[in-house]
């Protein structure tokens, strides 16, 4: 069974050198000293782990830094001189109550005898050592075979894309407990072996009729059956929805730790019942495992279902029954999918499966709860090398980044972005088709060249992301008034000094003639954005080849004028005091008016150097003139950043140097796009794995679950090659079949070389 199972290929490098599997292929102690892995990668790993550091001391820092009423709020406020768990009294009661499990409360309750200060400081950093197991458990777990850099880098990976998630900055800004539940299920699905168990499901026992260890390269189970159960009891005793763990174990023919985690869990909530009666049927019975506790269920931070009907205005006992009726459905899909990929080799995409339907199963799913999303970043989706980082990225952003960013300011898109997480959890738990082991795309991807298309839902997702950090970073760079207006001073004076400072009179021009005023105002607000975005989905559509350099290109210089903005920050025109520049938007200039002159809640007005409008228009010039042999639609390109340029200047938004200072960022993003391209042309062949698989770990396919009288990938009898191992399904994705139609001649027809002997009924 693949959740007790050795992912055969796993290991890591050992003291002098060497990399160990627990696969039977070609390069099994194959020695690669660190001087075969070249400098940069460990140059990749050094920085990898400095980041880490680095986000871990920020965070801690982020913690203790605060005041004492700031900092833990909610631990603090249940431990507190006047909170729930100090004084004589219901938990749930007050105007701050508690909103853990009654069981949680009662080992929480030691704590209030602790001083605040030393408390705080060891809450910190203890719960910072609970995410470093996490990340390094889920950094074990991925299933192999793993190419070696990134098992080499999957820890600190895994590490600082936990300490950026949204849910572990919560946690550590709340003071929750909820880290530990996590730790608690991952290490009993993970760790707790199967050995001495005497009941087989479907054939999943080995030879030997021992179940192998579910996570280590070593064939060794850390945990015993019993201890693991234990731990996903305690789990579920603290965090209610985690409970769907426990058929999980079931269905997977670890009966014995099912029986143990459910024997746990209700051992711990009877007794806590016994020594707290009323807070158990408060918890229990009145809230229904924690539902009206805390914030409304209907805020945005609560991202499940049942919180989303409620924002959707569904009330009373429609939406009760309307979300039971979905909650159960999610979670028997859940566990229907859960059980294929934990057999199939992986149980960390098995756990993140019913992790993420009991966030949307659960009555609350507030934003320390949401963890298990996370997780599911570690399924392979696409059968293109280029579509396999759209579903992570998704993921990654979701879980980093507030709904706003990865949606458009349209009424339309809010629902999506008030809900991202839930999709997610909805996707990965119900519906993505994530690849099997078994598939011939799990480790060799279709190529994509350079003339292949990218997918549109990954440059739509970086495309967005990329322009709300734009807006990020322009809103947040320096904006002292007395700065930029000195040098708007400065660049007027080397104007004066050239003999450049034409601006003056073109927004005089633009002043005294309406329809002119109208017209440049209009072509301001409107082509910086609409052109470049319709030549970009043109590209898209019409220049593939062409498409890839052109955004870069602008992605470029949009970077360099946000470093532009940053260094440099300067007044335009019409926020020169006393000069007679008019902003022909706005009006006549007046300063004591702090709304003055702003375009958007969200701009920066002294972001002026250098201009992006005139930076933008001259990329759309240069696309169009490469794009095309029309005379007309070149002189129309060549035109337009010449009557940008006119527009920025009349309506006093902009000088001449900093419409010069666009056309060379545009030049520099260019340069920097062809740089790119050669240096992945020289690192192209460099990229293609060597005869013999020497830059990676084994590539067998061996049955996760089945028995082991077949031959393994690569030591077929006869000298064959092709042979998919004993159980041999089919390779796919999750279409839905079970793993027990797959018949029992062994390996498919498409996968069967000629003379493989013929394997022993597939795993049901």
Not at 186 to 209: D, I, K, M, N, Q
Not at 564 to 571: M, N, Q, R, V
Not at 694 to 721: C, E, H, I, K, Y
């Amino acid at each position: 069974m693949a959740a007790e199972s050795v992912a055969e290929g796993r290991g890591g490098p050992d003291r002098g050198g060497k990399w160990s599997g627990g696969g039977n292929g070609p390069g099994q102690g194959v020695t690669r000293p660190w001087s075969r892995a070249g400098f940069r990668p460990g140059v990749l790993l050094a920085g990898l782990w400095a980041l880490t550091l680095c986000l871990a001391a920020r965070q801690a820092t982020a913690v203790l830094r605060l005041p004492q009423e700031e900092r833990l709020v909610d631990l603090f406020a249940w431990i507190g001189d006047n909170g729930v768990l100090r004084l004589h009294g219901s938990l749930y009661g007050g105007d701050q109550p508690f909103t853990g499990t009654p069981f949680a409360g009662l080992v929480l309750k030691p704590l209030t005898r602790a001083a605040e200060q030393t408390l705080g400081v060891a809450w910190t950093f203890g719960t910072m050592l609970l995410v470093a197991a996490v990340g390094v458990l889920a950094a074990r777990a991925l299933p192999g075979p793993v190419p070696r850099r990134t098992a080499l880098c999957a820890v600190p990976a895994a590490l600082s894309l936990l300490a950026l998630s949204i849910p572990v900055r919560n946690t550590f800004h709340l003071g929750q407990t909820s880290v530990l539940p996590v730790l608690l299920v991952l290490a009993g699905w993970l760790l707790g072996g199967a050995r001495g168990e005497p009941e087989a499901h479907h054939g999943a026992g080995t030879a030997s009729g021992e179940r192998p260890a579910a996570l280590l390269g070593n064939g060794r189970a850390v945990l015993g059956a019993g201890t693991g159960g234990a731990l996903i009891g305690v789990a579920c005793a603290l965090q209610p929805a985690t409970v769907l763990f426990l058929p999980l174990l079931w269905l997977t023919g670890r009966r014995q730790a099912a029986v143990t985690g459910t024997g746990t869990f209700l051992l711990c909530t009877l007794a806590t019942w016994v020594v707290m009666p009323g807070d158990s049927t408060a918890y229990w019975i009145h809230h229904v495992a924690g539902a009206g506790l805390g914030e409304p269920a209907d805020a945005i931070a609560n991202q499940s279902l049942h919180g989303a009907l409620l924002r959707a205005g569904l009330h009373g006992p429609a939406e009760i029954a309307l979300f039971a009726v979905a909650a159960a459905a999610v979670g028997w899909l859940a566990l229907r999918r859960a059980v294929r990929y934990a057999r199939d080799g992986q149980p960390l995409l098995a756990a993140a499966i019913v992790g993420s339907a009991a966030v949307v199963a659960s009555p609350v799913a507030w934003q320390h709860q949401q963890l298990w999303v996370l997780l599911a970043v570690v399924g392979r989706v696409g059968r293109r090398s280029g579509d396999r980082l759209v579903w992570p990225v998704f993921v990654a952003m979701v879980m980093t980044l507030d709904g706003s960013a990865l949606v458009p300011k349209v009424a339309v898109f809010g629902v999506f972005g008030e809900n991202a997480v839930l999709f997610a959890a909805l996707l990965a738990s119900c519906a993505i088709p994530f690849i099997r082991r078994d598939a011939t795309v799990w480790d060799a991807p279709e190529p994509m060249g350079a003339l292949s298309r990218p997918n549109l839902m990954l440059e739509l997702l970086l495309i967005r992301v990329w322009y709300w950090a734009y807006s990020w970073v322009r809103g947040h760079a320096p904006d002292s008034r007395s700065l930029a207006e000195g040098h708007g001073h400065q660049i007027l004076e080397a104007e004066s000094f050239l003999h450049l400072d034409v601006e003056h009179g073109l927004n005089r021009l633009a002043v005294r003639t309406q329809w002119l005023r109208d017209a440049c105002d209009f072509y301001y607000s409107t082509f910086h954005f609409l052109v470049p975005i319709a030549l970009l989905a043109w590209l898209y559509a019409r220049r593939v080849p062409r498409y890839r350099g052109a955004r870069t290109a602008l992605g470029c210089a949009t970077l360099l004028g946000l470093v532009g903005f940053w260094l440099y920050p300067l007044a335009p025109p019409r926020l020169m005091p006393g000069l007679g520049y008019v902003d022909t938007a706005h009006g006549p200039q007046d300063l004591s008016d702090p709304d003055f002159g702003a375009l958007t809640s969200l701009s920066n007005q002294y972001a002026a150097m250098p201009s992006l409008h005139v930076g933008w228009s001259l990329w759309c010039a240069v696309v169009v003139f490469m794009m095309t042999r029309n005379v007309w639609l070149r002189a129309l390109g060549v035109l337009y950043p010449l009557m940008t340029m006119f527009v920025v200047m009349a309506t006093a938004n902009h000088y001449l140097l900093d419409a010069v200072g666009g056309v060379l960022a545009v030049v520099a993003g260019f340069a920097g796009a062809r740089w790119l391209a050669r240096l992945r042309e020289r690192r192209a062949p460099a990229a293609e794995p060597p005869p013999g698989g020497t830059d990676s770990l084994p590539r067998p396919r061996p049955p996760v679950t089945g028995s082991a009288a077949g031959p393994s990938d690569g030591s077929a009898a006869g000298g064959s090659t092709g042979g998919r191992g004993a159980a041999g399904p089919s390779a796919g994705s999750d279409d839905g079949v079970p793993a027990g139609g797959r018949g029992a001649a062994g390996p498919s027809a498409r996968n069967a070389p000629s003379g493989s002997p013929p394997g022993p009924t597939a795993v049901g």
